[in-house]
């Protein structure tokens, strides 16, 4: 079970979570290509460890594990699978 950044993120894109990630799966980055086009991050659900460090440092609480994501947000799921081509 991955965890998912949902709506909330849209427009925000704090990187505080890319920062606590430690398997660095958590993209784009600020530096990395297309970060300045993409309206939100995402998270690797290959590469998703599932320890939840990123989950208290989003400052708009955007991120929740993969069986909790509410349902309005549900086709967030997808989305971030969809990122890394999943």
Not at 16 to 32: G, M, N, Q, R, S
Not at 38 to 62: T, Y
Request: net charge negative.
């Amino acid at each position: 079970m991955a965890y998912v950044i949902a709506e909330p993120c849209i427009g925000t894109k704090d990187t505080a979570c890319v920062d606590a990630c430690p398997v660095d799966c958590i993209h784009p980055k600020k530096d990395e290509a297309g970060y300045g086009e993409a309206d939100q991050l995402f998270i690797d659900p290959v590469e998703c460890i599932d320890c939840g460090a990123c989950v208290p440092v989003c400052p708009v609480s955007a991120i929740y594990a993969g069986d909790d994501v509410p349902e309005k947000w549900a086709d967030f799921t997808a989305k971030n699978a969809a990122h890394f081509g999943r």
